[in-house]
């Protein structure tokens, strides 16, 4: 009886023993998943140390760029500005050649004036504007014209006298010179050429001259019956510009 006792003892004892050698199989077990778990750990944690640092090289990074792009941004505002005046220089000088060039023309054309108009009248010289000036006023003294009319035309580019070829007769030529003539001109040489018939008896040619002109001034000319000098060849009113 006693026997039966012990055997069962000792066999609970060894399961017992078993449990424990069970138990402890998995406590190692357990460790070693807690330990590689606690190494995964470590790494995703240095993972993000090295995330967190590239993040901020990046943003760094970010902000050298922001920085240098706010620097070419001036950098290209002041050259647009410096652009914008060098700009306005040139337009100014190209004014300034223009305006030379005009009156280069207009001296060439007072010079010359015998030559351009030669086919148009015999006998031609320029009148002086100091002359001018005296008919202009006279006829204003005379009521014939007013200040207006005066001012206007002694602001003419050339006038001229000489005979007409076709009537035989003294007359004035009154001309506008202008590199490129438009309508502007010949509403001038128009205008200022009924002006000076008012000074006296001579009838009055009016004429523009220039090395081309507009197609709409070109029409106008022929309207209002004004001469064209074109690159030195003389067009009457009547007569469509010479082909270039």
């Not at 502007?184 to 008896?201: M, Q």
Request: proline share 3%.
């Amino acid at each position: 009886m006693v026997d039966a006792r012990v055997d069962r003892l000792e066999a609970a004892l060894q399961r017992l023993a078993d449990a424990q050698a069970r138990t402890e199989a998995n406590l190692a077990a357990l460790t070693a998943r807690l330990d590689r778990l606690a190494e995964r750990v470590e790494q995703l944690a240095e993972a993000q140390r090295r995330t967190e640092a590239r993040v901020e090289q990046l943003a760094e990074a970010q902000r050298r760029t922001e920085a240098r792009l706010e620097e070419v941004a001036r950098a290209q505002a002041q050259t647009e500005a410096r652009l914008e005046q060098l700009i306005g220089q040139v337009n100014r000088l190209v004014g300034v050649v223009g305006d030379l060039k005009g009156e280069l023309l207009e001296i060439r054309y007072r010079e010359k004036a015998a030559g351009y108009f030669q086919r148009l009248m015999l006998g031609i010289r320029s009148v002086p504007r100091d002359e001018l000036e005296r008919l202009a006023a006279d006829a204003e003294a005379r009521g014939l014209i007013s200040i207006s009319d005066h001012e206007d035309l002694l602001l003419t580019d050339l006038v001229a006298c000489g005979r007409l070829r076709d009537r035989g007769v003294d007359a004035f030529l009154l001309a506008e010179i202008s590199s490129i003539v438009d309508s502007t001109d010949v509403d001038r040489a128009s205008r200022r050429a009924r002006t000076l018939a008012r000074l006296g008896d001579l009838p009055v040619v009016a004429a523009v001259a220039g090395h081309e002109i507009t197609p709409e001034a070109d029409r106008e000319a022929v309207r209002q019956g004004v001469w064209r000098v074109l690159d030195g060849r003389l067009v009457p009113p009547d007569r469509p510009p010479p082909a270039s």
